[in-house]
């Protein structure tokens, strides 16, 4: 089982990234959560991974804290939640703000995420009562952080539109909704993650 890799962002194509350890790439799927903290391409990560082996693959779910992958863990186990689900969950709101969520039996704002529905949405605030009980926002000891580096780059805006609609569309938005979404936030020398960041505050 591989617990965390250390090494240099060589890529960022939301919802995926690169990290570079010692000379080998490793493709790891991200939420946007981790996303949004990540450094510039070119600067030392760390990221704590969840690696995931089906029978025609095997993938790496990189996320930004232990508390964050602790999160994701959580969600796979549930009837009927797999990582495409949980990534989107987590995509649209913070461990913070999900626990709340599920506090407050808010099912409206769950419903927001693609891929719930009404019933599911019900269902998961039932199966996270639970496991949320002894959760709270307190950070697990061990996690490692590293403040997210100033990129310097010069932002490509159409660039920067695109790869903010794949994301979203990836993480199971309609391709409309998510063209929609990202249209209302478009502002010159935004990256695809301010893009995103801004479309998805709008939609969930």
Not at 44 to 61: I, M, T
Not at 63 to 76: H, N, P, S, V
Not at 126 to 146: C, H, I, Y
Request: charged share 25%; glycine share 8%; proline share 5%.
């Amino acid at each position: 089982m591989i617990g965390y890799l250390r090494g240099t962002l060589f890529e960022k194509q939301p919802p995926h990234v690169i990290l570079d350890v010692n000379g080998v790439g490793y493709e790891l799927e991200v939420p946007m959560t981790t996303l949004f903290q990540l450094p510039a391409v070119g600067e030392p990560l760390v990221l704590h991974v969840h690696l995931v082996v089906r029978e025609d693959a095997q993938l790496l779910y990189g996320f930004y804290t232990k508390r964050d992958r602790a999160l994701f863990r959580e969600l796979i186990r549930l009837n009927g939640v797999g990582p495409k689900l949980a990534l989107a969950l987590m995509s649209g709101l913070s461990v913070d703000e999900l626990i709340q969520c599920v506090n407050a039996e808010d099912t409206s704002r769950l419903m927001k995420v693609p891929g719930v529905g009404k019933k599911t949405a019900e269902r998961l605030l039932v199966e996270l009562k639970d496991r949320f009980k002894n959760w709270d926002s307190t950070p697990l000891a061990g996690q490692v952080a590293m403040e997210p580096a100033a990129a310097g780059a010069v932002i490509n805006s159409q660039s920067a539109e695109k790869d903010a609609v794949s994301a979203l569309i990836s993480l199971g938005f309609k391709p409309a909704e998510a063209s929609r979404a990202v249209g209302l936030v478009v502002e010159d020398g935004l990256s695809s993650e301010d893009l995103i960041r801004r479309a998805l505050k709008g939609m969930v």
